[in-house]
């Protein structure tokens, strides 16, 4: 029987390409690349992935930490960004060349993923699809499921591995062929058609394009930062702070032991030190404008002062 590496985004997409295989009798191992931009949350609980694997009756789900590797096309993608700090012809360049990287292990004939032609102007024209396939050493084994028809024959199909008669012809940017297909497989939710790359959201795009333009530090735990809270920037000095407790929590547990952390002594956020020796006074300052408490404090004429949180 044969075995397909579904490159797994979690977006209406991928879930659609792993079941028409599954529909030929394709055992389906899917894998889903995280960073802190893109499933993160499972690195925290990895348990709804798993779940959600069993549900679409897939054989074996995986999750891979690509982080280190994307941090280095982050900075300096050959193909350029998309509309914020989003590299996504190298991010998928990367994700194709570790799934190839999988499959011996994995023991998987082929690679599947859930493109559409025409659906993004930047990572899914023919031109680029192909230029996709050859920098990353897949041609002749990635297979696009819903819309292998407009495209030229794999070798996947030629050796009899998938009936290219049951694949598709789907193009362009509406979703109403995907939404048939939802309704056919009886999916119980609709995902959304991508799997949510944090770096096109603009706010978190627009803070990490500063940081690559600034040439400021950009590295695991900043990567994991950069998600989160309030970003102060100035010249020498870099500082971020949490806007409610599971902020505060999760920045304390990614920044203690490699990162200065304050906050008063009173109900405040966490300000940690990414860069530089910013003024003690600075941050107390910033600290009291986010601290509705340290305010009142003031007002009744008690004192607020800096603590130190590093464990």
């Known amino acids: 029987m044969p075995k397909a590496l579904l490159l797994f985004s979690e977006g209406l997409d991928s879930h659609l390409a792993g079941l028409i295989l599954k529909e030929q009798d394709i055992k389906i ?21 798993y779940e959600k694997i069993k549900e ?7 999750l891979v930490d690509i982080t280190e590797e994307f941090l280095e096309i982050l900075k300096k993608p050959q193909y350029g960004y998309g509309d914020y700090a989003n590299p996504c ?20 004939d082929f690679i599947a993923t859930g493109e559409v032609l025409g659906q993004r102007p930047m990572s899914q024209n023919k031109n680029t699809l192909d230029l996709i396939e050859e920098k990353s050493g897949v041609k002749g084994i990635l297979l696009r499921p819903l ?18 008669r049951k694949l598709l012809d789907i193009c362009g940017r509406k979703r109403t062929a995907q939404l048939e297909l939802a309704k056919k497989f009886h999916l119980k939710e609709i995902p959304t058609p991508a799997g949510g790359c944090l770096l096109t959201d603009p706010r978190i795009g627009e803070r990490v394009l500063r940081v690559l333009k600034e040439k400021r530090i950009l590295n695991y735990k900043i990567a994991q930062l950069l998600i989160l809270g ?17 902020e505060n929590e999760k920045i304390k547990r990614i ?17 940690v030190v990414v860069e530089g020796n910013p003024p003690q006074d600075f941050i107390k300052n910033l600290l009291v404008k986010y601290s509705k408490k340290a305010k009142e404090k003031i007002a009744k004429g008690e004192e607020v002062f800096l603590t130190s949180q590093n464990v």
């Open 147 to 164: 819309s292998a028809k407009l495209l030229a024959e794999t070798e996947v199909e030629k050796r009899g591995l998938v009936d290219r």
């Open 89 to 108: 012809v190298d991010c998928k360049i990367l994700m194709l060349k570790k799934a190839k990287e999988l499959m011996k292990n994995l023991k998987t």
């Open 230 to 246: 309030r970003h102060f920037f100035e010249e020498g000095f870099w500082i971020v702070l949490g806007r409610n407790r599971e």
């Open 29 to 49: 191992v899917a894998v889903k690349f995280i960073t802190p931009f893109f499933g993160w949350k499972y690195k925290e609980n990895s348990e709804p992935f």
């Open 255 to 271: 920044a203690e032991n490699s990162y200065k952390i304050y906050t008063l002594n009173a109900p405040a956020p966490l300000a």
């Open 56 to 62: 679409l009756g897939f054989d074996e789900g995986i």
